[in-house]
């Protein structure tokens, strides 16, 4: 929907600082993952790229619920995809699939986003 200037009129969700990092997050795991071998293209692969993108999506739709407890749902949602998006990266390093130093290029965005929904959520908490 355009605005009277013209412009693409922003949801709440585009607001949120989380949710830009998140979107930041999966672009770095789409761009990490072409690097991945072609026979992990429907497994870690797969599964990684689905869970960095659901971190964002939860944001998203968490952000128009009706209620905060509705929204507090869907940060843990969030923080959970979050956690599986770590734990693939981790085991990616393990099987040599990818390689130490992506992962620690990752790390510091994925504790920056982590660590922004556990103050979103304490801010809906109150």
């Known amino acids: 929907m355009l605005d009277a200037n013209n412009q693409y009129q922003q949801y709440g969700f585009e607001k949120l600082e989380v949710y830009q990092h ?3 997050l999966v672009v770095k795991i ?11 293209l429907f497994g870690l692969t797969s599964q990684i790229r689905r869970a960095s993108v659901s ?29 599986e998006t770590k734990s693939a990266l981790r085991i990616g390093v393990k099987l040599g699939i ?29």
Do not use: H, W
């Not at 905060?68 to 923080?79: D, H, L, P, S, Y």
């Not at 390689?99 to 908490?125: G, H, R, T, W, Y």
């Open 22 to 24: 998140a979107e930041d």
């Open 30 to 40: 789409y761009n990490l993952a072409k690097k991945f071998p072609k026979e992990e």
């Open 55 to 83: 971190v964002a999506l939860n944001l998203a739709e968490g952000s128009v619920e009706r209620t905060k407890k509705e929204f507090i749902k869907f940060t843990n949602t969030a923080i959970g995809s979050l956690v």
């Open 98 to 126: 990818m390689e130490q130093k992506d992962f620690e290029e990752v790390l510091p965005l994925i504790d920056k986003i982590f660590f922004k929904i556990l103050a979103l959520k304490k801010s809906l908490n109150k």
